[in-house]
Structure formats: C-alpha cells, structure tokens
C-alpha cells in the first residue's frame, strides 16, 4: 500500500462526499480508490469510511485519521517545495479560493503572482466564505479572499491582510448607453433600490448577508426576482432582463465595458465591507504562500484594487 497516495484518497474522499467524484479527482477507478481506503483501514485496524448504498461520511476514528493525514499530506507538500525551490525561486502549487464578488481580484492576483513568479501554478476557486474557512482550517486552501469581519466575529485562528472596503452599487439598465462603456450614476438610497426588481446572490452568500441587512435598515423586505450563486448571472441578468442587481465595486468594474449599464453608489445606510486575504497563522509558510503574502502586502499591488 502507497501511505501517502491512500491518504490523498482519503482527502479527497471528504472533500467531495462522493466514492466516484473522489476517483476522477484522482485519476484513479473508483474499485481502486475503495480498495486502498479498506487496506487503510485494515492497517489501522479500524473502520474509518461509513459504508452503505452511498458515501455515509467518516466514522469519528476515521475523522482522527483525516485531521492526521491533511497535516502529514501538507508537510510532504512543504518538503516537495523546499527542495525544488531555490531562495529566490519559489516552485509549486497556491491554492486560492474567493467569495464570488472577489474573483476579479483574485484572478488578478493570480496572474501577477505567476508573472512575479513564474514557477507558482495558483489554482483559484470561486467558493463562498464558510467553504473558505473551512479550506484552511482543513489545509485544501494556501490562502482564502474574502470577509475579514467574519474572523473577528468568530474569533478563528486565521492570519489576515487587508486589501481593499467593498462598497456598493445599484447597477441597472439605462436609457441612454454610454459610448464609453458604464455609466456611474447618480446616488440613490438603499431603500429606493429595495423596491426595484432585483436579481441577487442566493442565501447561503456571506454578500447576500450583507445586501439584506442593509435593505432591512432601510426599512424594506428583500424579495429578489432572480437568486444566484454565480456572479456572472447577476452582470448578464441586468444585461439580459428587466431586473436589477446590487453590485459591490470590484464587480462593477467587471463590467465596465457593457454601455447599456449605469452603476448608482447606494447610501443611506452607507455600507463598507473590509475585505482581506485570509490564511492558517504559520510560522513556517511554504515558499509559494511567502511570495503570495509578499505581493499582497505590495504597495504596487494595493494601488489598483478598488477604492472609495
């Protein structure tokens, strides 16, 4: 038996609560993949899987042996860094993950990391901000992008760097096209856009959190049109349709180049998100994270993020 190859097995196993959907990730037949997790078991001498007609979960000596093997797969990455990597030459793979309004940020990011260093291959992923949390507590993600305010809140061991403040924008269909692609427009309150058909995030976004506290402060009760976990369909909807949505800016200069768009800054309540780049506190980073934490920090990199 391959301990290690067993082990990411086991990894991927919990990662996408599927027998099938965890072999393809491995490139291995599902009959291989159960085969190694009962010789696993077998060596421990212990059931570690819930076996029934489908994927039950980890029994709680499975889940000893889960905490176990993300920690011994994690140094074995580290290790495979350090040796293919000289001081100055980072090597190997930064998995990434961002909430959905953060993704044009993040694949920025990404791509001026690999032009710094061209041995990096980051791996992004759009994921919403508690599949972030759990991505580094469980050590499948380098570094998350999201909603700093929920660390503090839930007092997690996570390390932060601030980035930029989400602010937001009613954005909608204008009259009157720009030549120059969007138009910024006027203010208007959060309770006027309350009362227009909106398309919006579905429930279990942190952003959609944060859109319904404010509408509620604003005296209205939020009944979207359109519900969306895809950041894509809130731009294309209002393209498309006769719908609205509610933007933070980073998004908005997504779609800076649709002329048929204006984006109205919404007030009353005024509302501003920090969000920052979240990551395991380590005193022993891999070189890939050090560099990406060095580019987060750039004072050339902070300059072209969104601001007020």
Not at 104 to 121: Q, Y
Not at 258 to 268: D, F, I, K, N
């Amino acid at each position: 038996m391959n301990l290690l190859a067993t082990l990411r097995y086991l990894v991927a196993l919990n990662t996408h609560q599927h027998f099938g959907r965890a072999a393809q990730a491995c490139n291995v037949t599902q009959p291989a993949l159960s085969n190694a997790l009962r010789s696993l078991e077998e060596e421990f001498g212990t059931a570690i899987v819930k076996r029934g007609r489908n994927y039950a979960g980890l029994t709680p000596e499975g889940e000893r042996v889960l905490s176990t093997a993300q920690r011994m797969l994690r140094e074995r990455d580290l290790l495979q860094q350090e040796l293919d990597s000289a001081a100055a030459r980072p090597q190997g793979r930064l998995t990434l993950g961002a909430v959905p309004t953060a993704v044009p940020i993040v694949a920025r990011f990404a791509a001026k990391l690999k032009a710094r260093c061209p041995g990096i291959s980051p791996i992004v992923r759009s994921m919403s901000s508690p599949e972030i949390e759990a991505g580094l507590e469980s050590l499948s993600l380098d570094l998350g992008l999201g909603y700093t305010d929920r660390i503090k809140r839930q007092n997690t061991h996570l390390a932060t760097i601030a980035q930029y403040t989400e602010h937001y924008f009613l954005v909608q269909r204008t009259d009157e096209p720009n030549a120059k692609g969007l138009h910024i427009g006027k203010p208007v309150s959060w309770r006027e856009a309350g009362e227009l058909p909106l398309c919006l995030l579905t429930p279990e976004m942190h952003n959609r959190t944060i859109v319904g506290s404010a509408l509620a402060m604003a005296g209205v009760e939020v009944k979207p049109e359109i519900e969306t976990n895809s950041v894509l369909t809130l731009a294309l909807s209002v393209v498309a349709g006769n719908v609205c949505s509610i933007l933070p800016g980073a998004l908005v200069d997504a779609v800076r180049t649709y002329a048929e768009l204006q984006a109205r800054p919404l007030t009353s309540p005024d509302v501003r998100t920090p969000v920052g780049f979240m990551m395991v506190a380590t005193d022993r980073p891999s070189r890939t994270l050090r560099a990406a934490v060095d580019l987060a920090r750039d004072p050339e990199w902070l300059s072209v993020l969104p601001c007020e």
